[in-house]
């Protein structure tokens, strides 16, 4: 079988451009187009030299259409409204969309779910093979620790630059903790405290967010006891673990069945 072509939509951006360079050094896929906004001031630049890796001859452009039409799978760490447009152009071209964007609402993830009638879509609100074993591990702790024993806590920190809290990780491991209490997170989540807020709810799944400096990203479980209390954590110290998960995902992705994937599907953690 021939290389993978890939598509980086948000190329000149920072997660674009380390999608770019581990692209480069990976066996069995290539570059096949760099896509950016239109009237964003890196269009016309090669994509290759722009992410330090050096001119390969795929220039910055501004037409996903085009650009999904000739490759095998796109890779996107965008926005909501980006990634919804995205996932319809995937799922016109019948090819691979791998999404590493968080901050999507009840109707963009509508929107994604209905693209994947056509499309293999790979979703995750973190790509990385240890974040997603942590997830499993929050699960499992969850559901051997009951929730009039121990209470639980998500903690996450994120570089000054970072526009949605909680952290699509943080939501990630927010929702494995419910599923191993066997409750909705949405019914159980308590994001925001200030003020008088009295006692904690028996069963809440709290979250706290930190935003400041250059993190890339830190998270920690707390399940506190009467007594005791477990710490399950994850520091992200460089972006390019995204970026490898993701390629890894598009790479599993290629000629399945349309459908809304998981990284769990993909590293087999289910």
Known sequence: MSDMGLVVVGAAGRMGQTLVRIISETDGVHLAAAVERGGSPHLGRDAGEMAGVGANGVIIGDDPLSAFAKADGVLDFTGPVATVEFAGYAAQARIAHVIGTTGCSPEDDAAISAAARHATIVKSGNMSLGVNLLAVLVEQAARALGPQDFDIEV?????????DAPSG???LLGEAAARGREIALADNAVRVRDGHTGARRPGAIGFASLRGGS???EHSVYLSGSGERIVLSHDAQDRSIFARGAVKAALWARGRKPGLYSMRDVLGLD
């Open 155 to 163: 903690l996450e920190m994120h570089h000054r630059h970072k526009v």
């Open 169 to 171: 990780t943080a939501l």
């Open 215 to 217: 993190v890339v990203g």
